[in-house]
Each structure stands twice: as C-alpha cells, then as structure tokens.
C-alpha cells in the first residue's frame, strides 16, 4: 500500500472526512503533509496565523491558553485520531490558543492554501468537507449555546473555567478583555443601546478588616448571587478584582440601566447576615451608554468611571449616570 493510500484510510475514521470515496480520500490524502513532532515542540502560538489542520496519528498535545498573570491555562489534550484547528481553515484567524506536543508522535497537516487547491480540483469532495465541518461546528454552538468561537474549537467547559470567576461563577476579567470590544461593534452595527456600569462595595476594606477576609470572601460570593436576581439573563455580569464588578447591558439606555442599577442599590441594603445581624452594606455604581455618552468602547468605560467616582465623592450609596465632561 503506498503513503497516499495509507493516509487515506487513517482519513476515513476522521469526522470531517466522513462520505468521501476511497479514490477521493487517496487523493485528498496526497495534500497531506505527515511530520513527527517530539514532546516539547511548539505546534503553534496564541496569536499566530490560523491556515493548517491537523489531525493526530499518535502521540498527545495539550492546548492552552495564557492568563493575564502569565500562567498557562490548559483547555485540553487531544490523542491518537484527533484533529485541531478545522476553523482555520474556514476563517484563517489568529490561534485563540496554543498548542504542545507533551507525547511524541506523528501528525497528518493540511494548509489552508492546498485546501483550496482541493476544492478547484476536487469540488464535490470539498463541498463535503465544508458541510462535515459547518454541521461539527453547528453541533457545538448548540451544545454550548453560541458562547464564543473559542469554546467551539477547544470545548466548552475547559474554556468555561479560563473566562469564570470561580468563586462567584460570573465572568471574570479575561472575558471582558476578550469580548468587550466585540459586544460594542456588534452594538454598533445593528444599531442598539450598551450600558457599562461600574460596580464598588463601599468601604469594602474597613468590612475587611472588621469581619476578616474569610468572611468577606463570602459576602462576595453572596452579592454575586443577588446580582443575578436583579439583573436578567442577557445581561454580562463580570467580576472585574476583588469587589469590583462591572455589568455590560445590551439593549439598556440610560434610563433602564438606571432602574436596574438603583434596584441592585435597594438590593444590597436590603441584605443581612446571620452571623453580623448589625451589618449593613451599601454600594456605589457609575454607567454611561452607547450611544447616548461615547462612540468608542474606550470613551464608554472612562465615562462610566468618571461616573462612579462622582457618586462616590457624592456620599455614596447610589447609582449614577454619566452626565458629560
């Protein structure tokens, strides 16, 4: 059996090449690439360019992505049979992780650009391929509920733990560094309102020194639960650090977003702990929205900040909307 013919069968158990001919996988096989890889080597790099599938003949990789504190975050680890980076091939976009082989092996690579050389000379198998793809890719969004392209690739849960908080189960800072910007051009182009809002428990150092920060660790975990009373679910809850907390409302103009905002104020006051029957909390909120305060994301969380700083130096224990410079 020659190399083009073994590559062929090792396709026919890949999910994206599934209904093709033998004479058709032989002669897809034959824009395949076959590279060994020893444990170690760098397959690619968040950030890199996105033109190559692979597919695992033997051997193991871990994919991960990086923090913000530099740590590596590992999504998952893929074996013998398995195949990465199929996205790339559709939108030949950046990496959104990296990937390390951590067993030697071989692996089965198929560039973008021979693909499309595919799909001149091979146009009904392509179609194939294309339609595998888009119904994997579909499978997954409905699975994961459309979160983002990353949790499609890489899986939902892996990528889950890397943007939550978890503690609280709110999205933590990396989500919103990965998707703010997004939310405010998909805003921006179908016409819609998006209010920022700025979050602080008052005084939240002097309740730290007070009650201890054990206790106070779970008076966080408690707020995060009232936010998701008040607020509904189509709005982006996001612990930001400590008791910072920032809450993006598609669809919310000022006025909304001022009634959600003095509902949560109501909320926290209303709250009362067992163990400190005396306690009372308060908090401090600024907003601004598109495209009612800003044209930018950038202006958008600087006017909601300047914002939250006047309600603080108003007293406290309100919500306020940015009212121009």
């Not at 990789?61 to 398995?82: A, Q, Y």
């Not at 983002?148 to 503690?167: C, F, L, N, Y």
């Not at 707020?223 to 679910?233: I, R, T, Y």
Request: glycine share 8%; proline share 3%.
């Amino acid at each position: 059996m020659s190399s083009k013919q073994v590559k062929g069968e090792i396709l026919k158990n890949v999910e994206i090449f599934q209904g093709q001919s033998d004479e058709h996988l032989d002669l897809i096989a034959a824009e395949m690439k076959i590279c060994i890889h020893k444990s170690g080597d760098m397959l690619f790099r968040e950030g890199d360019s996105g033109d190559e599938l692979f597919i695992i003949l033997s051997g193991k990789v871990s994919v991960f992505i990086t923090n913000n504190e530099k740590e590596e975050v590992v999504l998952s680890e893929l074996g013998e049979g398995s195949y990465f980076g199929e996205m790339s091939i559709i939108e030949e976009a950046p990496r959104s992780a990296s990937c390390r082989v951590i067993e030697d092996g071989e692996f089965l690579t198929l560039h973008s650009s021979d693909f499309f050389r595919i799909t001149r000379t091979l146009p009904g198998p392509a179609v194939k391929i294309m339609n595998n793809m888009l119904s994997i890719i579909v499978g997954r969004l409905m699975k994961t509920g459309a979160f983002i392209t990353q949790m499609v690739q890489w899986g939902e849960e892996s990528r889950k733990r890397a943007i939550t908080d978890p503690a609280t189960g709110l999205f933590n800072r990396r989500y919103l560094e990965d998707s703010f910007e997004s939310l405010f051009n998909k805003t921006r182009t179908e016409r819609g309102t998006l209010t920022f809002v700025m979050f602080d428990m008052d005084r939240f150092g002097t309740l730290n020194n007070e009650y201890g920060q054990e206790f106070c660790d779970g008076l966080i975990v408690e707020c995060a639960a009232v936010f998701k009373e008040v607020f509904p679910s189509e709005d982006i809850l996001v612990r930001y650090g400590g008791d910072e907390f920032i809450f993006l409302l598609p669809g919310s103009n000022l006025e909304m977003a001022q009634i959600k905002c003095d509902n949560l104020c109501r909320a926290i006051r209303e709250m009362r702990f067992a163990e400190h029957e005396e306690l009372r909390l308060t908090c401090s909120m600024g907003f601004a929205a598109f495209p009612e305060n800003a044209s930018t994301p950038d202006e958008l969380k600087e006017r909601a900040d300047k914002a939250l700083y006047v309600a603080k130096e108003a007293g406290r224990d309100m919500s306020l909307p940015f009212r121009g410079e």
